[in-house]
């Protein structure tokens, strides 16, 4: 059963970069099916899509974070990154990381979710 | 951008109750369009995708139907188990998605 478990800082300090792993378990990251992507909620509000990417290290990210945003992908490791710059407040948020169908684009499964609080 | 438009954003209905859900899209978005339960402190879990067809595993009580820029998620008799929010999510621009704001659903 494929399982995502994300891992990384809970606290980032504002003005900082926020760094997080994904790692994929009992399924190959390298399926040319899926892609793998990144989606936040901040406490108490709804979901965002921050970007995905390819096995082959192809990205496609949310235009409004598209310019502090970097996805990349081990496919040795069997995990992929996200790397968010010059944060705020406001990019305090619970951070999935999940399989994003190719064709239909559905999203499962979807990694248990870590809160990411920007403060100083 | 498309934008997803669920409403209502909360509703509060007897166990037994049929509840129904809607979303709608800035524009014509065929069927591209999935729905997610998500209970408090959880990761969202897959429920429907491509506007109608339910996910394996999923109780037959959730359904859900349209296309273009308009569809409805039901459970046709409301559980306890079904409290939570959920949520409609569009794909019509691959793989690049949005969701609706979100439905809290509540027992009476």
């Known amino acids: 059963q494929l399982q995502l478990q994300e891992s990384g800082p809970g606290l980032v300090k504002p003005s900082e970069t926020l760094s997080l792993t994904c790692t994929v378990s009992g399924g190959s990251i390298s399926s040319s099916s899926f892609y793998w992507g990144w989606i936040r909620q901040p406490p108490g509000k709804g979901l965002e899509w921050i970007g995905s990417i390819y096995y082959s290290g192809t990205t496609y990210y949310n235009s409004s974070l598209k310019s502090r945003l970097t996805i990349s992908v081990d496919t040795s490791k069997n995990q992929f990154s996200l790397k968010l710059s010059s944060v705020t407040a406001a990019d305090t948020a619970v951070y999935y990381c999940a399989r994003q169908g190719l064709i239909s684009s559905w999203v499962d499964p979807w990694g248990q979710g870590t809160l990411v609080t920007v403060s100083s | 951008d498309i934008q997803m438009t669920q409403s209502p954003s909360s509703l509060s209905a007897s166990v037994g109750d049929r509840v129904t859900i809607t979303c709608q899209a800035s524009q014509d978005i065929r069927d591209y369009l999935n729905w997610y339960q998500q209970k408090p402190g959880k990761a969202p879990n897959l429920l429907i995708y491509?506007?109608?067809n339910l996910e394996t595993g999923v109780p037959s009580r959730f359904s859900g139907s349209g296309s273009g820029t308009d569809f409805t998620f039901t459970i046709s008799s409301l559980q306890p188990e079904d409290i939570a929010t959920y949520y409609c999510?569009?794909?019509?621009?691959?793989?690049?998605?949005?969701f609706g704001g979100g439905t809290e659903v509540e027992i009476k």
């Open positions: 999510q569009q794909y019509d621009n691959l793989p690049s998605l949005t």
């Open positions: 491509d506007a109608s």
